[in-house]
């Protein structure tokens, strides 16, 4: 078991042991613990280095190591100030590039606020369609659009979408070529059916042309006359 030692301790260590280093720090000095081997040896400084964060109490300041992945500093366990090099910090993260509608500050690498872009309003939205068609089906989209007025550094990329697309439903309803088509299938129809009954009407006429006319032309039997006496 190792001593611990209030005399003969490294610059700015109120009490030590010979096996685990400083056990406690001067007030307004953070005590780091570094790991070797099995042990875990303390040091105290002034402020804590990369990838720690200060943690100050009133029994003891501590280095704290950040929780954040690639983080470079924090200002606590889980809010990065500083990302390793080549990655963007935002609210407190670290990501390979800034989220969508954030932008690098200044060529910093720290994402800004959402980029500012002077967006028109919405238009209406436009017909419901289904494949550019208009008509004939029951569901399909429509959209609507917007212009981008002004966008930051002149970089439209950074700004939001132009174009909203949703689903539709229309009413059932016959495509006018389809209504056209029939009409005209009926027309054919009724002129097929118009003559077909024209024709039977001239058959049953001249039939009965033909009864009377045979009727007229039947040999009358004569009357044989009386012989004179």
């Known amino acids: 078991v190792s001593t611990e030692l209030s005399q003969g301790c490294a610059r700015g260590c109120d009490l030590c042991s010979e096996f685990n280093g400083c056990l406690r720090c001067s007030p307004k000095l953070f005590i780091l613990l570094e790991r070797n081997d099995i042990r875990q040896i303390g040091i105290c400084l002034p402020s804590c280095p990369l990838g720690y964060f200060g943690l100050r109490n009133t029994d003891m300041n501590k280095c704290i190591k950040c929780k954040i992945e690639n983080c470079e500093s924090c200002f606590s366990r889980n809010f990065c100030t ?104 009926q027309g054919k129809q009724d002129n097929a059916n118009g003559n077909r009954n024209r024709k039977d009407t001239k058959d049953a006429k001249s039939g009965t042309k033909k009864r009377k006319s045979k009727q007229r032309g039947a040999a009358v039997p004569a009357t044989s006359a009386s012989p004179a006496q």
């Open 82 to 185: 500083k990302c390793k090099e080549g990655l963007y910090l935002h609210k407190g993260r670290c990501y390979a590039t800034c989220p969508e509608g954030y932008s690098a500050a200044n060529g910093t690498m720290e994402c800004s606020s959402p980029a500012q872009c002077e967006m028109s309003e919405w238009g209406p939205w436009g017909p419901c369609s289904k494949k550019r068609k208009l008509c004939g089906f029951k569901k399909g989209n429509e959209d609507r659009t917007r212009r981008i007025l002004q966008a930051p550094s002149g970089d439209v990329s950074l700004c939001p979408a132009t174009t909203e697309v949703r689903r539709c439903t229309v009413q059932k309803n016959q495509c006018p070529e389809g209504k056209r088509k029939k009409k005209e299938e």
